[in-house]
């Protein structure tokens, strides 16, 4: 599989400081903030500073470091922002068409605060 990323992807513009972004967390592989149009009373965007396009690409094509550093810091924010308990949260990455992926850039949703529904409506 070749995957094409586009460099002008709103979140490689908001990752080179051109787009400002509400920050809850940065790391050296990382970044994490606030989702503009939140769905949820904790809506964050968990986004590797490098240029996967979707999941399947970081997992398959990032190295070890970058993979661990993400997901240790979608950890700590779980914890930062008290999603980590019982009441929970719900983790989604959208890929591509079916997916509806709206931003070219791979990206981890975190959704809490509130109960989230079924995961898919089937229409
Ligand atoms: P997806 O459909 O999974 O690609 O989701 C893209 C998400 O990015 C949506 O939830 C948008 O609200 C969010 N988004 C788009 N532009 C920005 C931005 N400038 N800052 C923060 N979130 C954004």
Redesign the pocket.
């Known amino acids: 599989m070749t995957y094409t990323y586009d460099p002008q992807n709103?979140f490689a513009r908001?990752l080179r400081g051109d787009?400002p972004?509400k920050t809850v967390m940065e790391t050296p592989h990382t970044l994490v903030?606030?989702?503009?149009?939140p769905?949820a009373p904790v809506h964050v965007?968990a986004v590797p500073k490098g240029a996967y396009v979707t999941y399947d690409h970081f997992a398959a094509e990032a190295s070890a470091e970058e993979i661990v550093d993400f997901h240790r810091t979608v950890a700590k924010v779980c914890q930062m922002l008290d999603i980590a308990g019982p009441e929970g949260y719900r983790a989604i990455?959208?890929a591509g068409e079916h997916g509806?992926?709206?931003?070219p850039h791979f990206?981890m949703?975190i959704l809490g605060g509130r109960p989230l529904g079924r995961l898919v409506e089937l229409i």
């Open positions: 709103i908001i787009i972004n903030f606030h989702d503009i149009r769905q965007l990455t959208n509806m992926q709206e931003v990206h949703h």
